[in-house]
């Protein structure tokens, strides 16, 4: 870390008075932007060094492009630049806090907002819920965000960056999206992880379940203590997610082939069990080379997060279509939260909440350490 951004980064943290932040500068790289040619950043106040660390004289804005050899600003070839400001920076006209990278990947520019980790939070909670939600949920959302941030911190230490700014990891809009109240969740849980085993979690987290959480072994394999399925009821009280499609059973073949699945002239789709928490195991494809079985969340991943938001799901050829209808949101793992804002709404605080969908986790302050 070079001078610049050392400086920036202690008065960013200073100004978070009374927040673990303040106390100790906890930063994260979030990639806020993959693979475009140009960027433009601007800003008012803003400090400018190229990749070596040497201050940058260019007049703002910046239009940031990818070159055969690198990368230019304002016409002007440079290995990289970093942005840093007292406010924010903008980066295609949204506001982020701290640092802003700009450097050359295999495939267009990768720009990382480098930023505490308070202050992440903070431009992260409107984002995966409403901050005009029960306090008790916003905290717990602010807790189990923390939690896996810090895990991804740990797990990526030295890699260009921690966290991707989208649902592969968390949503992350910057600092145009801040408000007091997902401050204040921030701020009364400043510095608090889930951990098992003296250990932060790897806290998973959903929208909504319909009715029952669903177990790390059946999604992605691998048993976790803490990420067992738990009923759920609270979410259907507060949005009853249900949802049908038609897909035309041609782009359901494209995509499962896409996927590596050996079929071809689909003749029929059907469900084949369901696990205790009610969601597909299994998809039997019947097409002309054969009977071929996809289990249910690779089959949701083959024909799109965004299209079959669940596993919870019921399947029907009509003619030329799969008719596709289910209920909830998600993967289902760890904290569902809708859920946990039906729960906030009930008089739970933020600890019962986060016990209840995390079994045998503790709440531990200090980052965990």
Partial sequence: MNFFRTLIIMVVCLAAAGSVA??????????????????????TGILLTDGRGMPLKVDMPLEVKRTRDGLSVNGRSVDGVVASAPVRVT???????????????????????????EEYLIGLINCEISSAWPMEAVKAQAVIARSYAVYQMQARRGAPYQLESS????????????????????????????????????????????????????????????????????????????????????KVETQLRAAGGQVSGIRDVKVRGRNE????????VESARGRATVPGVAFRKALGYGVVKSTNFELRVSGDDLLV?????????????????????EGFDYREILSYYYPGVKLSGGYGR
């Avoid at 106390?23 to 475009?36: D, F, H, Q, S, Y």
Wanted: with cysteine.
């Fill in 277 to 284: 928490s009610g969601r597909v195991q299994e998809v039997v």
């Fill in 22 to 43: 303040a106390m100790r500068p906890e930063t994260v790289r979030v990639a806020i932007l993959k693979g475009n040619d140009t960027v433009r950043l601007d800003g």
């Fill in 167 to 250: 649902v592969m990891d968390q949503v992350y809009e910057g600092s145009d999206v801040e408000d007091s109240r997902a401050a204040r969740g921030v701020q009364e849980t400043a510095g608090e992880v889930l951990t098992f085993d003296g250990r932060t979690i790897q806290a998973f987290y959903h929208s909504n379940c319909a009715g029952h959480t669903e177990s790390s072994k059946n999604v992605w394999g691998t048993q976790v203590s803490y990420l067992q399925g738990v009923p759920c009821r609270y979410c259907e009280e507060e949005n009853p997610i249900k949802w049908e499609l038609n897909l035309p059973l041609k």
């Fill in 325 to 345: 209808s289910g209920s909830g949101s998600g993967h289902g793992v760890g904290l569902c939260q809708w859920g946990a804002k039906g729960r906030a709404n």
């Fill in 91 to 117: 980066v295609n006209g949204k506001g982020y806090r701290a640092l802003v990278e700009v450097s050359a990947a295999d495939k267009g520019l990768l720009v990382v907002n480098e930023l505490p980790l």
